[in-house]
């Protein structure tokens, strides 16, 4: 089981940047499969991004696919989300999570079994 917490939310405006960290704690970080979620006002939760165990493998939704990168650091036991040009559409409490039992990433949220309490993330017009 990991504990997770996610950081580097905030405001920006669109066509900017920002950068989440989720950090990890617990000893197995290199075992899970990392997952980004998010859910905007009034919608679902929805899948944004995973990355595999080693770092070599990722997918992302189509919303952001592109402008979007998913990156882990297993030594500092953190997943990144780097998000750029991003638009009024991505605003949303974005979510890290971690599937500790299957090694293939996948971006159905009942797969995830550890998340953190979320990040804001609101973008201007």
């Known amino acids: 089981q990991l504990q997770l917490s996610e950081s580097g939310g905030g405001l920006v405006q669109a066509g900017g940047s920002l950068r989440l960290s989720c950090t990890a704690v617990?000893?197995?970080?290199?075992?899970?499969?990392m997952g980004w979620f998010r859910r905007a006002p009034g919608k679902e939760r929805e899948f944004v991004a995973a990355i595999g165990w080693r770092g070599q493998l990722a997918e992302y939704s189509n919303p952001v696919k592109g402008r979007f990168t998913v990156s882990r650091d297993n030594d500092k036991k953190t997943a990144y989300l780097e998000m750029n040009s991003l638009k009024p559409e991505d605003t949303a409490i974005y979510y890290c999570?971690?599937?500790?039992?299957?090694?293939?990433?996948?971006?159905?949220?009942?797969?995830?079994?550890?998340w953190g309490q979320g990040t804001q993330v609101t973008v201007s017009s």
């Open positions: 999570a971690a599937d500790g039992i299957s090694s293939h990433i996948s971006p159905t949220a009942g797969r995830y079994d550890d």
């Open positions: 617990g000893r197995t970080f290199h075992n899970y499969v």
